[in-house]
């Protein structure tokens, strides 16, 4: 599905229920299925999280989890610990060119059953779960904090729990700090110190329900609408100034823009008058990389020099997003130079019209191009990839007085 993108309005406002955290979701599935006692409110309706979701109930045989990368790397470490199942566990082509080495070499050391079907360092996976004894691991941290994340939540059900030992900068240190809490919050143990992570062994926990915030990434996309408008008055409910969510960061960084945060007890609105905005941005964004797309479309519409750093992981995501970025912006007449890890968008005063987007299976390519309909008409391909995180989002953008034409 290709979607044409057109709305006159200059003064956005709406009321918005985003779906909830595929992060928090995603964590919170594999923590349940370990310990039952525990129940979800507000799950996330996204692919990632349905998918999850499906791949518990299967529990053997062929598992694909098409894009998810959470799920991939969740599920292989709840699978080695499985005792008694034998899965393979599979993915989309682009799930089979992102690596999961780091991750498979810690709990081969730590005794898991796990052999790669085709490439070494690459799923397909094929598990055979294991009582594990380990009680202590090394990591390299600067890849992805999945993997650690990945870890944490197995941590508990081990006899003598886990040590995590992280090696090397730390990188998306904000996921780990949530996975941290939401193994708390469901009743277990553990203490994230300098470079190690400790979680305590324990069998069960009591019953506790444990509500999903709304998810802060879905979030950035109206952050970004807001930011491009001329007025702009956006609540978004079920949100927390004290949120577990890294993407919350958009509250501060968005000030940049004009773009005001007010928050009430379970709600933000996102408020834009119309003052002065910054002509330049220097972000880093170890901690979330998953804005990255969003703010670099902002600072396009925005006419807002740029340079955004910490996104060496942005390269092994849904596709390479800094390639992906560079690609689409400069299709406005809009210069952009990529490294490893970093992103600089030099302005320029016209902005092409009539481009077409091309979104490479990724959900936020899809979504951080959209809100520039606010400048020039646009067309999105493959929009249907936005149900990765956020199925509603065309329908949420309608709200906003967008029309979306296949
Ligand atoms: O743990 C998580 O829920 C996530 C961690 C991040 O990945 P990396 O740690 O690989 O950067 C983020 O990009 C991803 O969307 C979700
Ligand atoms: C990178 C993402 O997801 P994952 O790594 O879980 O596929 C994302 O949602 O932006």
């Known amino acids: 599905m290709n979607l044409s993108l057109h709305t006159e309005e200059k003064n956005l406002k709406a009321a918005l229920q985003i779906t909830g955290s595929k992060s928090e979701s995603n964590r ?19 692919d990632d999280s349905e998918v999850l979701k499906k791949a518990l109930e299967k529990g053997n045989g062929i598992i694909d989890i098409h894009h998810a990368g959470t799920a991939m790397r969740f ?13 393979e566990l599979t993915g989309s082509k682009r799930m089979k060119e992102r690596p999961v080495r780091l991750l498979v070499d810690a709990l081969q050391r730590m005794g898991a059953d796990i052999t790669y079907k085709n490439e ?21 941290a600067n890849v992805s904090s999945q993997y650690i994340s990945a870890l944490m939540l197995i941590g508990a059900t081990l006899p003598k729990g886990l040590e995590i ?14 996975t941290l809490e939401i193994i708390k919050q469901a009743g277990l143990n553990g203490k994230f110190v300098k470079d190690r992570i400790f979680i ?33 008055e956006i609540t978004l409910n079920n949100y927390r100034k004290e949120s577990r969510q890294g993407d919350s960061s958009l509250a501060e960084i968005y000030k940049h823009f004009g773009v005001e945060t007010i928050y009430t007890e379970n709600s933000i609105t996102l408020k834009k008058t119309g003052k002065a905005r910054a002509r330049s941005l220097r972000e880093d964004l170890r901690n979330s990389p998953d804005i ?29 997003r800094l390639q992906a970025l560079k690609n689409e912006i400069e299709k406005f007449g809009t210069e952009v130079r990529i490294t490893g890890d970093s992103l600089q968008l030099i302005p320029n005063p016209e902005l ?8 490479y299976n990724d959900h936020r390519m899809a979504m951080a191009f959209a809100p520039l309909a606010l ?7 493959d929009a249907e990839v936005v149900s990765k995180s956020y199925p509603d989002f065309w329908e949420d953008l309608k709200e906003l007085g967008y029309t979306c034409k296949e």
């Open 28 to 46: 919170l599935l594999i923590l349940q299925a370990l310990y039952p006692e525990i129940s979800i409110e507000n799950l996330s309706n996204s």
């Open 75 to 87: 599920l292989t470490a709840y699978f080695a610990v499985n005792e008694g199942c034998e899965v």
């Open 120 to 140: 070494t360092g690459y799923p397909p996976l094929v598990i055979k779960g294991k009582k594990l004894h380990a009680s202590s691991v090394k990591l390299e």
């Open 165 to 178: 030992i992280l090696e090397g900068p730390v990188t998306s240190t904000s996921y780990i700090l949530m």
């Open 200 to 232: 305590e062994p324990q069998e069960s926990v009591k019953p506790v329900t444990i509500p999903v915030e709304s998810d802060w990434s879905s979030a950035s996309y109206f952050y970004s609408l807001a930011a491009i408008s001329e007025t702009a």
């Open 292 to 320: 990255a797309q969003t703010i670099a479309v902002t600072c396009l519409a925005t006419k807002t020099e740029c340079m955004l750093t910490g996104l060496h992981t942005l390269k092994i995501k849904e596709t390479d």
């Open 352 to 359: 092409k019209q009539g481009v077409e987007i091309e979104t």
């Open 375 to 381: 400048k020039t008409d646009l067309r999105i391909l």
